[in-house]
Nanobody, 122 residues
């Protein structure tokens, strides 16, 4: 059974930074592309960023470019999301997910974590 566990969320002031982590258990991590999605209150879940199995093939949502950075540590079975210059509109539950290939489509992800809350105050 595959399990994804996110951590690192919290409350931060606008302009601040957070680093989210997602650990994968139960499968060979390096065989999966990983993605981050988010869901704000009253809104649908949306794509944030994805990273390929080898750490390349990164794709970012427009709002994430220049502020967010994804990376992965295959030795640690973990993917990271560094978020800088956070804005109140970044407030959401952030989810990591695993897929067998790089994709921005959430329907193509096979495994999901339970999410971590990020709250950005004005």
């Amino acid at each position: 059974q595959v399990q994804l566990v996110e951590s690192g969320g919290g409350l931060v002031q606008a302009g601040g930074s957070l680093r989210l982590s997602c650990a994968i258990f139960g499968r060979t991590f390096r065989n999966y592309a990983m993605g981050w999605f988010r869901q704000a209150p009253g809104k649908e879940r949306e794509f944030v960023v994805t990273i390929g199995e080898s750490g390349g093939s990164n794709y970012y949502a427009t709002f994430a470019k220049g502020r967010f950075a994804i990376s992965r540590g295959n030795a640690k079975n973990t993917v990271y999301l560094q978020m800088n210059n956070l804005k109140p509109e970044d407030t959401a539950v952030y989810y990591c997910a695993a897929a067998t290939y790089v994709t921005t489509n959430e329907d193509e992800y096979d495994y999901w974590g339970h999410g971590t809350q990020v709250t950005v105050s004005a």
